[in-house]
């Protein structure tokens, strides 16, 4: 169903810090760039009302607020970007899907499975009546990762066989790091899991366009306690996780995430081999695609560094001229592009609640198989 587009439509952000700045940033710049429905940065919503106004300012959002709900029950808010904390994503993505908001959520999409499956009933009822919603992966929008999945589309790669993948961040390194909201399972529901390992598990799906049937995981929390307001806390999510899936295709990926591994800042790493070919990427080199192409002669195979800076590459024609790089912070300003204009299009945008349930479901039974020394746990699964 469409419903005619409000114009301009009016926009809110819960959350103003490190992913409320990188959509704020995404909001204001995006129709620069790109042909989109015209909107307006109408509130940034924070708990702090003295921090979240001086970000308003600096933003470009025209006021902040403290409440979000009576932010997300006023007729000039048509879209509610949630990039507050895990354990608020479902209480705010369903009353906004309710009062007839279009929601983009930060991922990973809950804390739990039962908020995750909440969440996609509301968000399947909403889209009945027009209300769209989207979890935001942003990786699906680095240009170099969206040619790789056209390549594996179009045969490129032959049959995929096995896909490693490795998330890994040394942030939390120093064993006196402090605690944060990230390393409790109340406010994060889990560590390197949730916050990084979900991103490696979006990615198999989506450059695949598959699912996964089995799970095997196991996750190790190397610092058990961190000084915190009141001297030293329990750190209850995990440091790392290791993760071996099997997928309807008959492809197998491993997945290892880390927040501790010394010297890695943020470097999302994937290795595609297929029958044909393979392709490598890393996103601390993130204009950057290796491709391995078995159909060249064999004298001059080898990996060949595709510079995805060319106006033919997904995203980069509303950039700048060829072999001008682009950065992290762009991967949002893309999701935010195609959120508005799948919203424009009365179409429902990808990922959608469903494949963040999806991932959610991978993530429980990491848990659960980890909790079981490892043991292999089944999902049912479809493409
Ligand atoms: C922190 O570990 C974090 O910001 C994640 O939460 C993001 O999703 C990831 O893009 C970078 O690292």
């Known amino acids: 169903m469409t419903i005619p587009t409000p114009s301009p439509l009016g926009v809110a952000v819960i959350g103003y810090a490190f992913m409320g700045k990188a959509h704020s940033n995404a909001w204001r710049n995006v129709a620069s760039f790109f042909d989109v429905p015209a909107f307006e940065q109408k509130v940034l919503v924070g708990r702090d009302a003295t921090q979240v106004a001086e970000a308003a300012a600096k933003y470009g959002w025209a006021e902040s607020a403290t409440d979000w709900r009576s932010v997300i029950e006023r007729d000039d808010i048509h879209i509610v970007d949630i990039c507050a904390p895990g354990w608020m994503h479902a209480e705010i993505a369903t009353a906004a899907l309710e009062a007839g908001k279009h929601v983009l959520v930060e991922k990973p999409l809950a804390n739990t499975l039962g908020e995750a499956e909440s969440m996609v009933a509301a968000a399947a009822s909403a889209r009945t009546r027009g209300v769209q919603s989207m979890i935001g992966f942003n990786y699906r929008r680095v240009p170099a990762l969206a040619l790789a999945r056209e390549l594996i589309a179009e045969g490129r790669l032959g049959t995929v066989r096995h896909i490693r993948a490795a998330y890994l961040q040394d942030w939390l390194t120093d064993a006196e790091s402090p605690m944060t909201w990230r390393l409790r399972k109340e406010t994060a529901g889990s560590g390197a899991l949730g916050d990084i390992a979900s991103h490696a598990i979006d990615q198999i799906l989506y450059l695949l366009d598959d699912a996964v049937t089995e799970?095997?995981?196991?996750?190790?929390?190397?610092?058990?306690?961190?000084?915190?307001?009141?001297?030293?806390?329990?750190?209850?999510?995990?440091?790392?996780?290791?993760?071996?899936?099997?997928?309807?295709?008959?492809?197998?990926?491993?997945?290892?995430?880390?927040?501790?591994?010394?010297?890695?800042?943020?470097?999302?790493?994937?290795?595609?081999?297929?029958?044909?070919?393979?392709?490598?990427?890393?996103?601390?080199?993130?204009?950057?695609?290796?491709?391995?192409?078995?159909?060249?002669?064999?004298?001059?195979?080898?990996?060949?560094?595709?510079?995805?800076?060319?106006?033919?590459?997904?995203?980069?024609?509303?950039?700048?001229?060829?072999?001008?790089?682009?950065?992290?912070?762009?991967?949002?300003?893309?999701?935010?592009?195609?959120?508005?204009?799948?919203?424009?299009?009365?179409?429902?945008?990808?990922?959608?609640?469903?494949?963040?349930?999806?991932?959610?479901?991978?993530?429980?039974?990491?848990?659960?198989?980890?909790?079981?020394?490892?043991?292999?746990?089944?999902?049912?699964?479809?493409?």
């Open 215 to 383: 799970v095997s995981g196991r996750l190790q929390t190397f610092v058990d306690q961190r000084p915190g307001a009141e001297g030293l806390e329990d750190v209850t999510v995990d440091d790392a996780a290791w993760v071996n899936l099997s997928l309807v295709s008959g492809a197998i990926a491993s997945v290892e995430a880390s927040r501790v591994a010394t010297g890695q800042k943020n470097s999302l790493r994937l290795e595609i081999y297929g029958s044909l070919g393979s392709l490598t990427f890393d996103l601390e080199n993130l204009n950057e695609l290796k491709f391995m192409d078995t159909t060249m002669p064999v004298r001059e195979q080898g990996f060949r560094r595709i510079l995805v800076n060319e106006p033919e590459h997904p995203y980069l024609g509303a950039w700048w001229p060829q072999g001008h790089i682009i950065g992290w912070e762009h991967t949002f300003t893309h999701q935010i592009r195609d959120f508005l204009t799948a919203i424009a299009a009365g179409e429902a945008p990808s990922p959608s609640f469903e494949e963040g349930l999806n991932v959610q479901h991978i993530l429980a039974a990491v848990e659960e198989s980890a909790a079981a020394k490892g043991s292999l746990i089944q999902l049912n699964a479809s493409v």
